[in-house]
C-alpha cells in the first residue's frame, strides 16, 4: 500500500522567512499529488495539486510545489510566510486503483512568528 | 463554506453508546470520503461511497458502519464507542476520479 512521509512534524519561522515542507510517498506508479492545509479550528482547504505536465505547480496563497519523479518527492514551497500562514499541512496522494483514495501524511505544523 | 456540510460540529458521549454523524456532499458530487483525525492517528482513511454504494474500505472499525442514501447525503455509524474513538471525523465529497477533494468541518466526538 502507497504512504506519504512529512518529515518535519513541526516548524517555526519568522515572518519573511522562506519555507519548504518535505513530503515523500511510496508508489511506483502513477500518482495524483496534492497538498492541503487546516488553518486552526478549520476544515482542510486545498492548496495545490498536481496530476501530469508541469512539475512546477502553483497554487493560492503564493504557494508552489515541485514533483520529482526520481525522488518521489512533492515539497511544498513559499518564498516568504506571513503570520497567516500558520496552519497544519497535509501532503496527500491519490493512486489510480485505490478507488480514488487519498492517503495523506503526518502533517507539519507550521508557526510563523510575528 | 466550502459546500461540504456535516453535522453536528460537536458531539460528547459515554462509553458504550452509539451515535450517527451525517454528511451533505457538495451540490453534483457523488463521492463521500469519511476519515477520523486523531492526534496519534493522523488522518485516517475510513470509508468512501459513490453513488450510493460502498467504493473503498480503509482502517474502518467494525463498530462503524456507513452508507450514503439516494440523495446522496451520507451517514458515519459509530457504536460500543470507546474512549480511543474520541477525534475529528472529517466527510468529503469529490466530483470525479482524480479531482481532489472538498472537505467539510468536521465533527468532534468525544467519548467520555
Known amino acids: 500500500a502507497q504512504s506519504v512521509s512529512q518529515h518535519n512534524h513541526h516548524v517555526i519561522l519568522s515572518e519573511a522567512a522562506s519555507l519548504e515542507l518535505g513530503c515523500n510517498y511510496s508508489?511506483?506508479?502513477?500518482?495524483?499529488l496534492f497538498w492541503y492545509v487546516q488553518y486552526p479550528g478549520q476544515h482542510l482547504q486545498l492548496l495545490l495539486k498536481y496530476f501530469s505536465g508541469d512539475p512546477l505547480v502553483k497554487g493560492i496563497k503564493g504557494f508552489e510545489a515541485e514533483f520529482i519523479k526520481s525522488k518521489f518527492s512533492f515539497n511544498l514551497r513559499k518564498p516568504s510566510v506571513q503570520w497567516s500562514d500558520t496552519a497544519e499541512y497535509f501532503c496527500?496522494?491519490?493512486?489510480?486503483?485505490?478507488?480514488?483514495?487519498?492517503?495523506f501524511g503526518g502533517g507539519t505544523r507550521l508557526m510563523v512568528k510575528p | 463554506d466550502s459546500g461540504v456540510t456535516q453535522t453536528p460540529k460537536h458531539l460528547i458521549t459515554a462509553t458504550g453508546q452509539r451515535v450517527t454523524l451525517r454528511c451533505s456532499p457538495r451540490?453534483?458530487?457523488?463521492?463521500v470520503y469519511w476519515y477520523q483525525q486523531s492526534l496519534d492517528q493522523g488522518l485516517q482513511f475510513l470509508i468512501q461511497?459513490?453513488?450510493?454504494?460502498?467504493?473503498a474500505k480503509g482502517n474502518i472499525l467494525e463498530r462503524f458502519s456507513a452508507q450514503q442514501f439516494p440523495d446522496l447525503h451520507s451517514e458515519l455509524n459509530l457504536s460500543s464507542l470507546e474512549l480511543g474513538d474520541s477525534a475529528l471525523y472529517f466527510c468529503?465529497?469529490?466530483?470525479?476520479?482524480?479531482?481532489?477533494?472538498?472537505f467539510g468541518s468536521g465533527t468532534r466526538l468525544t467519548v467520555v
Open positions: 451540490s453534483g458530487d457523488l463521492s
Open positions: 508508489y511506483g506508479g502513477t500518482v495524483n
Open positions: 496527500a496522494v491519490m493512486v489510480g486503483n485505490a478507488g480514488n483514495m487519498l492517503t
Open positions: 461511497y459513490y453513488n450510493g454504494e460502498e467504493r
Open positions: 468529503a465529497s469529490s466530483a470525479g476520479q482524480g479531482l481532489g477533494y472538498t
